[in-house]
């Protein structure tokens, strides 16, 4: 038996804005757009809160998980993307925590790669769990993969991970590279005294792999004190790689948020995510639900719906869950602000509770 229990403050109340229904009357059947008329056809989808690493920009040390039963159910999961991609979704990002550490994860890849109309099931992961699931998951119809990577320092990515191993993470790389997936990404966290002196050494890594790389400013989210001190500009960050390499900029998109550089003889992008300097909200096409089942239309805002009563409420019958989410829409602001956050957060969840 489903417990129905959730936060009450999140629960759906029934009502389309006027201003969504002209909207979607305008555009075909199954459109899902928000009130300034940008199309969603990006869903990232946090499956579990729990993660074999501790990092230290994503969650406190001494974390409490959600009790089991507040947790989307792996058939739940499925059910709701397969209702995302009924409304137009074409783009699955599978998250967590990290995904992998779910028992039978590689049941919901194999089941969402089946789904009709989704063109890209993507994953992102810090890698602990590669070496053995790379082949499962090439094999389930996963396209591509980001992977976790601020250091290339065994000592240092223990102190940023608190418990991670490097080793672990490296060799789930070239089992990946190994499995036959191509253009997987780092994502790395710009942290300044921690790993900004690093890197040019992560760009030479991601060009001697044949890999991506991705720098992001660190968000505030969470109660995590000293992100004044930490924060790098991706200008910053730029400056300094053009002091060692030819940055080309490139107009070319991965349907997220990055903004690319190539580098010339070579197949691999630098990517800049910039959520403080360059918000990239007036071409925002994606949603998050968290592994509770809550629809955060906009990552650095509060307003969510919660999905997981609807989906228990209504288990043979998707039009309820499905005119939530088309009503979310109204919650998705123009924009978001995070410049005067850095140690006062105004979103107070943990990145690993929204889904990273």
């Not at 997220?256 to 990239?280: K, L």
């Not at 998050?288 to 999905?307: F, M, S, V």
């Not at 005067?340 to 509770?353: H, T, W, Y």
């Amino acid at each position: 038996m489903h417990n129905d229990t959730m936060n009450p403050g999140l629960e759906y109340q029934a009502g389309t804005p006027p201003q969504l229904d002209s909207l979607h009357r305008e555009l075909p059947a199954g459109t899902l757009v928000d009130k300034y008329g940008r199309q969603i056809s990006y869903v990232r989808l946090s499956i579990t809160d729990r993660c074999d690493f501790r990092c230290t920009y994503c969650m406190s040390e001494n974390m409490t998980f959600l009790p089991r039963d507040q947790v989307m159910s792996l058939e739940e999961c499925l059910r709701v993307a397969r209702i995302f991609v009924q409304l137009g979704v074409s783009k699955l990002r599978m998250t967590g925590g990290e995904p992998l550490v779910r028992p039978n994860a590689l049941w919901l890849f194999e089941q969402l790669g089946q789904l009709e109309g989704l063109r890209e099931l993507v994953l992102t992961t810090n890698g602990s769990q590669l070496e053995r699931h790379a082949p499962a998951l090439k094999a389930a119809g996963v396209r591509r993969l980001n992977v976790s990577l601020d250091t290339l320092r065994p000592e240092r990515f223990r102190t940023i991970t608190r418990i991670g191993s490097l080793d672990k993470v490296l060799t789930g790389l070239e089992a990946a590279r190994q499995a036959g997936f191509v253009h997987t990404k780092l994502n790395t966290v710009m942290m300044r005294g921690f790993n900004d002196d690093e890197f040019p050494d992560l760009v030479r890594y991601a060009l001697a792999n044949g890999l991506d790389i991705s720098f992001i400013e660190e968000m505030p989210l969470g109660d995590i004190a000293g992100r004044c001190r930490t924060y790098i500009s991706s200008q910053e960050a730029l400056a300094g790689l053009q002091q060692h390499f030819d940055l080309i900029p490139s107009a070319e998109s991965s349907g997220g948020p990055a903004r690319y550089w190539r580098i010339p003889g070579s197949q691999t992008r630098v990517g800049f995510i910039s959520p403080h300097s360059h918000n990239f909200c007036d071409s925002c096409n994606r949603v998050r639900i968290t592994a509770q089942g809550e629809l955060y239309p906009c990552l650095g805002h509060n307003d969510a719906t919660a999905l997981l009563p609807l989906l228990r409420r209504h288990p043979d019958d998707d039009g309820a869950v499905r005119q939530a989410i088309m009503d979310s829409m109204g919650l998705k602001p123009k924009a978001h602000d995070f410049t005067q956050q850095m140690d006062a957060p105004q979103v107070v969840r943990f990145m690993s509770m929204t889904g990273g």
